[in-house]
């Protein structure tokens, strides 16, 4: 996945969630940003971090800048967690995923599933294939990363939901897309949503695969790299 040209810049502040203060590097003052995360965002907003930024001319948007990257205090991470789809189905479609999708295997986005859900991947197969995404930016150091940054009721539904298609007859597949350099491992974050790791739990126990995107991230974009598939809940 390429991005545009991106525009760098020094993080002043994020506030109401979506919002974003830029000073711009190049001298042409602060702008705000689009900041396309609805997570905590631990550790990837500290005040005066280096930024990059992609510019939109399409008249239909609010706002034309939207925050891509933050170099943080232990690597590169990209802000922007819509992203991670992209990445994975570049893995997808580019056979890192064997056991998933072969290159040039149809592939379908946002498939609904149970009431009012969506998984962002469908692969048709003799069983049916459904996976879900989920971007990891918390790094807790020593490489370790953790999954959600904030109590997330939604990704818990999601594990359900999931659960409920092993039931049906399905396979059910959840990718943690990493999108920070330093991490090279990844666990729930039992700490912050104990709920959504006990579903994981329960959904890995009933057939639930889960596995780890790593990925090269760099101002250019961001590229998959490597696959590992995580066996336990790691108590």
Known sequence: MNFPSLIEGRLKSRYKRFLADVELSDGDGTVCAHCPNTGAMTGCQSDNAPVWLSYHTNPARKLPWTWELVNTDTGLACIHSALAN??????LRGGYFPGLAQPGQPIKREVRLGKGSRMDFFVPSERGIFVEVKSVTLHL??????????????????LQEMQNALQEGYRAVLVFCVMHTAIDRVIPAADIDPTYSQQLMNAME????????????????????AVIRLESCWT
């Open 141 to 158: 150091g020593g490489g370790l990363g953790a999954f959600p940054d904030a109590i997330s009721l939604r990704a818990t539904k999601h």
């Open 206 to 225: 009933a057939g639930l695969e889960v596995c780890a995107l790593f990925n090269d991230i760099t101002l250019d974009g961001i590229y998959p790299q």
């Open 86 to 91: 992209r990445v994975v189905e570049e893995g």
